[in-house]
């Protein structure tokens, strides 16, 4: 696809579609190599860089499955993968030696999903989570070498965060999103599970991260719990909870505990960029690390003995790679990925204020070249507890490539804010966040970035949702609207949702039955005469979180009102695009669509 000349220079919108990326990265226990998940040849899967000696990055085979997480025994024998079999949610865990050997199941629950939490520095033995496809979730202990398992707890929205070194405790999570409780569990050797105690009692908030040090005796938590930014909080066993770490006006995105315990590595996001610090937890003494050389860092975990650790960054000119940083000196190196796009178009901050005056933040995303008002896709991220953020996304330097500018805004509910901000859309409030999206518009025209005339809305999950709660509420404001893998329907999505989404978003949309009048006024479909703008709808076959029969629905309501309507079905994929070929349909679908109804024909 051609792009503008901006400065001699075309953006890189090909390259872009193309660009391999790596995730979840984790070291080898002798920090000798690194092992990953890359799509360098098109579907993610495991792949081993050495550290040391030149050596090239190569491929691990765990079959043609998509993969989606991967950790190194503390070992150094086995891997475990988390696999996603026909790109759907219901994923397995398997174990693999590094050299490719002994490719085995570990968790494969019928009709329902499993993850790895981490390894326990036992042996081989890795913490599982198993969700059966009723909603009930079973916290395994699980020896990747021989296949022993022991159940250590069960229940419905339950998550277990990490169990100690000796497996005598294991971190517990319980709750729906928003308001979830962490509990210290005893597991007496040969006995059922003890008593849980819970570790921040009567607390407004949610602790949604854990990790134990090798004895157990300190949990250490991600929280919100009584406050309104996230920080770290250690629990002493019987003792009373403490903050380690906080920082006014910055939320703690993620840490990594050292296997010791002596550390923990910091991942702080301030108004959506990743800073970095590390905390000596006997201590408490904590201090900055050097910027790292991207603007968010979406993965952590250090070394065994705490001295370096290994992330996964990314900008909006750079994919995901793969960083080395040493804790003790302070620098990062890149040891994979495919590097900066020569060319791609960065994001600029802004600030929007809604119409009852609680302040937005959003990214811009200019077109170059544009001169006076210009075409605009406004898209919206899912969740709604995710974030808008400076990463790299291909659909963005395609449009821009286009000629079409991107806002991307964290209205209400999003994270990164504090809990006040992420509560802002729960239950009825959600009418408020409809409107962010409008006053998001309001603010582009008015400092005339935006041609009021042609604006299109889009978004992806959470966000397909918004898309059309915003076009049946303002149905004047937009030319086009583009719903990936949205709800369109609350009583159709908590009917056919796997059961532990649907009990986990109570608390967030309201309860399906309690609440059926006000989710019937918040469901799109149920306005669906209101919108007057052309859509595109785009869903994958094996979505289980939002099912198919959302689009599926939608494209079927616009062919009884006579809407034009053009759908995009991908049969491989589920509620992600994980496959490179399809991002670039995906991608170059939604491009031409949009570059169709807000672009002067040629």
Not at 390 to 399: R, T, V
Not at 476 to 482: D, E, K, N, Q, Y
């Amino acid at each position: 696809m051609a792009g503008l000349l901006t400065g001699g220079a075309r953006l890189p919108a090909h390259a872009a579609l193309t660009a391999w990326s790596c995730r979840r990265p984790a070291l080898a226990p002798g920090d000798d190599a690194v092992v990953y998940v890359g799509d360098e040849d098109g579907s993610p899967r495991v792949w081993i860089t050495p550290l040391a000696g030149g050596a090239p990055a190569h491929p691990v085979d765990t079959g043609p499955q998509p993969v989606a997480d991967v950790s190194w025994s503390p070992t150094g024998e086995r891997l475990a993968v988390l696999v996603a079999p026909g790109g759907g949610e219901h994923t397995q865990v398997w174990t693999v030696r590094p050299d490719g050997g002994d490719l085995r199941p570990l968790a494969a629950p019928p009709g329902g999903s499993a993850s790895f939490v981490r390894w326990t520095h036992r042996g081989d033995v890795l913490l599982l989570a198993e969700t059966s496809a009723e909603g009930r979730t079973e916290a395994v202990l699980a020896d990747a070498a021989t296949g022993a398992r022991q159940v250590v707890a069960a229940g419905p929205l339950l998550w277990p965060a990490a169990a100690s070194r000796d497996h005598a405790a294991v971190l517990l999570r319980r709750g729906p999103r928003g308001r979830r409780r962490m509990s210290l569990a005893a597991l007496p050797s040969g006995h059922p599970p003890g008593e849980e105690r819970e570790l921040l009692p009567g607390l407004p908030g949610t602790t949604d991260h854990g990790a134990l040090p090798p004895l157990g005796d300190v949990a250490y938590l991600l929280s919100d719990a009584g406050r309104d930014r996230a920080a770290l909080v250690a629990v002493p066993a019987g003792g009373e909870a403490a903050v380690l770490a906080e920082r006014p006006g910055a939320e703690l995105d993620r840490f990594s505990l050292s296997p010791d315990g002596r550390r923990a590595v910091l991942v702080w996001n301030v108004d959506g960029r990743s800073e970095l610090a590390v905390v000596e937890t006997e201590t408490g003494r904590a201090r900055a690390l050097p910027p790292p050389p991207a603007d968010v860092v979406t993965s952590v975990r250090t070394s065994l003995d705490g001295s370096l650790a290994v992330l996964a960054a990314e900008s909006p000119t750079e994919p995901s790679h793969v960083l080395v940083c040493d804790l003790d000196g302070g620098g990062c190196a890149r040891v994979a990925g495919a590097g900066p796009l020569p060319g791609a178009a960065g994001a600029e901050p802004v600030r929007i204020r809604a119409r009852d005056g609680l302040e937005l933040a959003a990214w811009l995303y200019r077109p170059p070249g544009a001169r006076g008002p210009a075409p605009f896709a406004v898209h919206l991220h899912g969740g709604p507890e995710d974030q808008e953020r400076p990463a790299f996304n291909p659909l963005y330097q395609n449009l821009l490539a286009a000629g079409i500018g991107v806002l991307a805004p964290n209205v209400r509910g999003s994270a990164g804010y504090g809990r006040a901000f992420r509560e802002a859309d729960d239950l009825a409030l959600r009418f408020r966040a409809i409107d962010d999206v409008a006053d998001c518009v309001a603010a582009l025209v008015r400092t005339g970035a935006a041609d009021p005339g042609r604006i299109a809305c889009m978004g992806w999950s959470y966000g397909g949702y918004l898309t059309l709660a915003a076009l049946t509420a303002h149905p004047g404001m937009f030319r086009a609207g583009v719903d990936v893998c949205g709800i369109a329907d609350f009583e159709t999505f908590y009917a056919r949702t796997e059961p532990w989404i649907a009990a986990a978003a109570v608390s967030e949309y309201g309860h399906p039955e309690a609440d059926r009048d006000l989710l019937r006024a918040l469901s799109p479909l149920r306005a669906f005469d209101r919108i007057t703008a052309p859509l595109l709808v785009v869903h994958g076959a094996r979505d289980t979180n939002v099912p198919l029969h959302e689009a599926q629905q939608v494209i079927a309501a616009a062919a009884a009102r006579g809407l034009p309507c053009d759908h995009l079905i991908f049969p491989d994929e589920g509620h992600e695009i994980r496959r490179t070929s399809n991002r670039v349909s995906y991608v170059g679908t939604v491009v031409s669509w949009l570059s169709r109804h807000l672009l002067p024909p040629p």
